[in-house]
């Protein structure tokens, strides 16, 4: 159940290696793949050309286990099988040579439609049941689950569970797959949004930067322990920050907050040199150049309006000659510029989130098939589970993935001959 990345790559596998089985993917929304179609801002980040498991939030043994599963090159080819040609752009993201995430969406739907696959939208499911002690009769395995859904009830040998994260509800991925797993039996670490862009403080001056992208090395500290640090492109936007160093640091914070710990996020906007190199930098700047204005003086590796701002926060005068600033507004600007306290007061919500930090701890399930060890039938795969990437299109890669690995793992589990 779920239509989705993982849930469709699952049935398109599962399909391949068992045309003998009947497949039904089953989803609560009114129309499937809405997620995808909203990916990569409409382009879809299918996949990224280096792969590995630092990229990702989660076991890491079982992380590296299941992406080697399914290597980029054969990713790349299996979507060139679709019909999806890719192209790598500089970041090392792949995108569809269209451009447009319906390309993708389109050619797993038809893939499945090829193989036969029943893709009922509008079925949300509520509940699962076992069933116990049906006897096996003729060599064919008897139904494990009853799946209740919207419009009725569905039996199932084998039953996926692909009903992703909960960010961005309004496709259909609401976190309702949390709630099922639980009732199976299945524990679910606390979740929160990552991939957010975060809010700052009213009193903050990131409305005057709204538009302005920088190079930041962003430090996230948890009750006083530095937990993450990244260097990156950071967006200043009329409610706080965005842009991937600050979407990849948020789930520090997010779970940090969720635990009820501190969580500080720090900026360095001159990645790679401390306070101390700055100062220095600054008083050299200064013995050669005594009256150059500050602005000119930062505006050599700063934009020139973020400095404008920061000079006026620190109680400066972006105009004054370096050489006329006195120590204490010297060195607030350069404590500033090294290591500034981000006021952040909350993330933007599920509404904004690309994706889901926690979620069904990998440990329970098997690496080489994505059958939950706590209930034989049940497989588990994509968002749902505890694993999150980071931007760049390590999540859908999660999610063809596991959707192989179980997909193969079902069809293995169902030979032909036990078919009904
Ligand atoms: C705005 C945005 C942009 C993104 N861009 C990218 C990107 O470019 N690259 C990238 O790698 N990742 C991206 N992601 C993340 C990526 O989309 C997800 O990680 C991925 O879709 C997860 O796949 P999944 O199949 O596990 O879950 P989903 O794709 O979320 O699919 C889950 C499916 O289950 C269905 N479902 C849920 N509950 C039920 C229920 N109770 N009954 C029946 N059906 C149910 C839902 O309707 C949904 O169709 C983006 C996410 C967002 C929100």
């Not at 395995?141 to 084998?158: M, W």
């Not at 020139?304 to 000079?311: K, Q």
């Not at 890669?397 to 179980?406: H, K, S």
Request: charged share 20%.
């Amino acid at each position: 159940m779920g239509a989705g990345a993982a849930g469709l790559a699952a049935a398109i596998f599962s399909a391949e290696q068992g045309p003998h089985l009947t497949i039904e993917l089953l989803d609560g929304a009114k129309s499937i793949g809405a997620k995808i179609l909203v990916s990569g801002g409409g382009r879809c980040n299918v996949m990224h050309d280096v792969v590995t498991p630092d990229d990702f939030f989660g076991t890491r043994h079982l992380v590296r286990n299941v992406l080697a599963a399914f290597p980029v090159q054969e990713t790349v080819a299996w979507f060139a099988s679709l019909g999806v040609k890719l192209k790598c752009e500089e970041t090392g993201k792949l995108f569809p040579v269209t451009d447009k995430a319906r390309t993708v969406l389109e050619a797993l739907v038809a893939r499945c439609r090829e193989l036969g696959v029943v893709l009922r939208p509008d079925h949300r499911v509520t509940d699962i049941a076992r069933m116990n002690g049906a006897a096996e009769s003729g060599g064919i395995e008897p139904a494990r689950f009853v799946i209740r859904h919207q419009q009725g009830e569905t039996y199932a040998r084998r039953l996926m569970l692909a009903t992703g994260g909960q960010s961005l509800p309004r496709t259909g991925s609401d976190g309702s797959g949390y709630g099922l797993a639980r009732r199976l039996g299945h524990h679910v670490t606390s979740i929160v949004p990552a991939l957010v862009a975060l809010v700052l403080e009213d009193r903050c001056f990131h409305e005057k930067l709204s538009g302005l992208s920088q190079e930041v090395e962003l430090q996230t500290l948890v009750e006083g322990r530095s937990v993450d640090r990244r260097t990156g492109s950071l967006l200043w936007t009329h409610f706080g920050i965005s842009g991937p160093v600050v979407m990849d640091a948020s789930r520090f914070w997010c779970l940090a907050r969720e635990r009820g710990e501190t969580a500080q996020l720090y900026g360095n906007f001159l990645p790679g040199r401390t306070i101390d190199q700055a100062r220095e930098w600054f008083l050299a700047h200064t013995a050669k150049n005594p009256r150059r204005s500050l602005l000119k003086m930062f505006a050599e590796s700063l934009p020139e309006r973020y400095v404008e701002t920061l000079c006026h926060h620190v109680g400066g005068d972006p105009q004054q000659a370096c050489g006329q600033v006195s120590r204490a507004i010297r060195d607030r600007l350069l404590t500033a510029l090294t290591r500034f306290p981000f006021p952040v007061v909350r993330d933007r919500g599920w509404n904004f989130a690309e994706v889901t930090a926690g979620g069904i701890p990998l440990e329970e399930v098997n690496f080489r098939t994505m059958e939950s060890k706590l209930l034989p039938g049940l497989y588990l795969v994509g968002e749902v589970l505890d694993c999150d990437g980071r931007i760049g299109g390590f999540n859908f890669q999660w999610a063809w993935a596991t959707g192989r690995v179980a997909g193969r793992a079902v069809a293995a589990s169902l030979p032909a001959r036990s078919d009904c």
